[in-house]
């Protein structure tokens, strides 16, 4: 069974960065669409960046891009989230999710993922 762990999120100030990782077991993200998504206090899921299992090229929420990078060393079964020049409106619980058969127009759905961690708290200080 595939399970995910996410770790990283740390206390920030504006401005700062943080390395968000995401161990996978069970299986390998090659074999995966894989994304991260984040969640504020009182708010929906919302979806943040991902990659698709059978293309490299990676998709971002239009807030993040130029900021955040996501990246995967399939040889350790880690996915990362480098977030660059973090924002107060930043601050979320980080969770990282994967499923096999996600199709491009559902990529930014939370609801297709099958698989998800238990989430890492990031927030950002002004």
């Known amino acids: 069974q595939v399970q995910l762990v996410e770790s990283g999120g740390a206390l920030v100030q504006a401005g700062g960065s943080l390395r968000l990782s995401c161990a996978i077991t069970?299986?390998?993200?090659?074999?995966?669409?894989s994304a991260w998504f984040r969640q504020a206090p009182g708010q929906e899921r919302e979806f943040v960046a991902a990659?698709?299992?059978?293309?490299?090229?990676?998709y971002y929420v239009e807030s993040v891009k130029g900021r955040f990078t996501i990246s995967r060393d399939n040889a350790k079964s880690t996915m990362f989230l480098q977030m660059n020049s973090l924002k107060p409106e930043d601050t979320a619980v980080y969770y990282c999710?994967?499923?096999?058969?996600?199709?491009?127009?559902?990529?930014?759905?939370?609801?297709?993922?099958?698989?998800w961690g238990q989430g890492t708290q990031v927030t950002v200080s002004s």
């Open positions: 999710a994967a499923d096999s058969s996600i199709i491009l127009s559902s990529l930014r759905n939370s609801h297709e993922y099958d698989y």
């Open positions: 069970g299986g390998t993200f090659r074999s995966y669409t």
């Open positions: 990659f698709r299992r059978n293309n490299a090229n990676p």
